[in-house]
């Protein structure tokens, strides 16, 4: 237990070597430097969480220091250890340390940034350590801390290669369109605070459900100002249109960030402060309404993309959405469960996905790749592996966490049917997507040439995810029931009629795609042909267009101001201060001519003044 | 004592006031310096001038002891005056006060 500071310690000491040493040091050992310290946090979390479970499951903190101490306002720097926090822990250092040791090999020759090896893992294990201070953080300052830190490091990682202003302007796009939701998510904060007297997550949440009574209005509004910003981190509609544009990272960065860790802290903060939404069930309505149409858009979108790694992007986004849509729904420990499983599947699809972009010297265009199934052997299986856990085909890791998911948002009172309905529709496309996806990569006639370097330190971690999503269910939800209040996954008839066509939906979704894509291509062309199915697909291409929305309502009237007032109208200010002075400068080099006469006069002329105004004052 | 004044005080500051005027014209329109300095001169004895006259009137020492002040500063100035006048026509080989002039505005 005492060792729990360890944890965030090990991913910041990584992190101060590389980036003190300022790319000085061999690659060899920034490579060791960069996976050992996630690794060693990842036993460090091994242990702690073995010890935490001998010892009863019983949350157990660890003071490090007080943060500041301002009047009555006395923030701690305090990590907490609970179900949820340990679950959290896990998935970031073990799946981080698996994509970390993969991103040795994956960055080792990188051809568009050969002197950024250790900027890399300098930037990915800050990452690290900020996620966990975030998970670990018993007050929701540290959250917050953490929350900020992660926002930087997507954005230093998604514009890893800054040589092409593309990827400047798409992390620019993360750090403004997540910074709308931190927004939300510091309001919310300032709120409790003003409200409870307290920042720290444990205290404010018994606190909570003292001070207001079920349906309060400020729980609803504190409720729905933390969904705002989990929708930004969380990538969540409205606020989801940074994460396909996050894709210019380099892979492993995709990841790890946009897909296993950062993106689920929304999931993690309405986890965390469920209690809130257990006393406003108006602000979780809203949670699983934002999950649903963000998991129905983006499944929609992901079918008919035609970058890979694009596919991916929103393939997470609905995921996500499927999380965020289990919370809502009251199934909390599903949630964690899917945020889990998703995790491993996740990390294996884009760390595959990285494979197959190098082997092919970085082509990320589906229909420019092709029949890659026997040239990449290892690649494809993982790819499958991954694809049916995504597709949540029966006993694969994906399907008890979703199964999970739909058939508690069947029992929800409110609109049950709907979300029901909506995520299976959605697990429909899923199933569709995945399909279209493997069948463009992997079969068809092969279009350009594939050349396999990958070692044994890429292959091993997606032979280790394999494992994770083929058989990640297993480990099952008991770690974090005692957190939240349902008491694990709630358990249903397996055989009644909804159970059964949950389960069916990624079986036809599958065959579907099989039929549509597989057999023969004609089927895809004759159905595109048509007007209608051409704006449907351009319209779906474009994310619904949110994109379009975004730049019309927001960016352009934002140009526009800003070139109306190109010469800044404050600084008429500073300009008239400059003009006045220069023109009295002009005066001044007038009058003041070096000619001794012309100094005689003007003091005659001033006597002369003086005289008059004198001789005024004294007849006057 | 009775110094009183046989000429009417109007009449010595007038005087005073013409001598005041003829040495300002002298300084503003002369270019020679040594004619600008007699016409200093010529101001500093209207000033003085006045003084004597206006202490003799009120029958107050205070005039003739400002007068001695001008004496005084008048002799000063032109050590000073006299020096400079020495320089400028040494440097520039001209008492023109305008040829000292070397700010090009």
Partial sequence: MDALWLIPTFPLLGFLVLFLSQGQLPKIVVAIVGAGSIGLAAIVALVVGNAFMDAGAEPQTQLL?????????????????????????????????????????????DHEEPEGFGRFFAYMNLFVFAMLMLVLGDNLLVLFLGWEGVGLCSYLLIGFYHRDPNNGYAARKAFVVTRVGDTFMALGLFLL????????????????????????????????????GAMGKSAQVPLQTWLPDAMAGPTPVSALIHAATMVTAGVYLIARMHDIYIISPEAQFWVAVTGLVT???????????????????FSTMSQIGYMIMALGVGAWSAAIFHLMTHAFFKALLFLASGSVILALHHEQDMFKMGGLWRKLPIPFMSMLVGSVALAALPLTSGFFSKDAIMLTAADNPAAGMVFWGGAAVAAFMTALYTTRMILLTFFGEAK????????????????????????????????VSGVLPDGGMTTHDHFSQIALVTMAMPLVGILTGWFVFGSSRGDVTQLLGTVFSENVRRFWYSGWGFDWLYDRAVVAPFVALARMNKNDFVDLVFKLAASTTRGVHHLLAVIQNGR???????????LVVVFVVVMWEVMG | M??????????????????FC??????????????????????????????????????????????????????????????IVLQLSRRFDSLDVDAANEMHS
């Fill in chain 1, 295 to 313: 998991l129905l858009i983006s499944s929609c979108t992901a079918l008919v993309q035609t970058d890979i790694k694009r596919v991916l992007a």
């Fill in chain 1, 193 to 228: 605070f003003r409200e409870l007297g307290t920042t720290e997550i444990q205290a404010s949440l018994v606190a909570a459900n003292i001070a207001w009574p079920e349906g309060s209005t400020m729980a609803t509004v504190i409720g729905l100002l933390f969904l705002g």
């Fill in chain 2, 22 to 83: 003829i040495g300002l014209t002298g300084v503003l329109v002369r270019r020679n310096v040594m004619f600008v300095l007699m016409s200093l001169e010529v101001m500093m004895n209207a000033c003085g001038l006045a003084f004597v006259a206006a202490g003799a009137r009120w029958a107050q020492a205070d005039g003739q002891i400002m007068f001695m002040f001008i004496l005084a500063l008048a002799a000063a100035e032109v050590a000073v005056a006299l020096g």
């Fill in chain 1, 65 to 109: 220091w007080t943060w500041m101490r301002v009047g009555g306002f006395v923030p701690e720097i305090r990590l907490y250890l609970d179900g949820l926090s340990l679950v959290m822990t896990g998935v970031i250092t073990g799946v981080g340390f698996l994509i970390h040791v993969y991103a040795t090999g994956y960055m080792w020759d």
């Fill in chain 1, 448 to 479: 350009t040439a594939a050349h396999d370097s990958s070692g044994w330190n890429m292959n091993g971690p997606l032979v280790v995810l394999c494992g994770l999503a083929l058989g990640g269910g297993w480990f099952g939800l008991g770690i």
């Fill in chain 1, 596 to 606: 001794l006469r012309w100094y005689a006069w003007n003091m005659a002329l001033g």
């Fill in chain 2, 2 to 19: 009775n110094f009183a004044l046989s000429i009417p005080l109007e009449h010595v500051f007038v005087l005073a006031a013409a001598l």
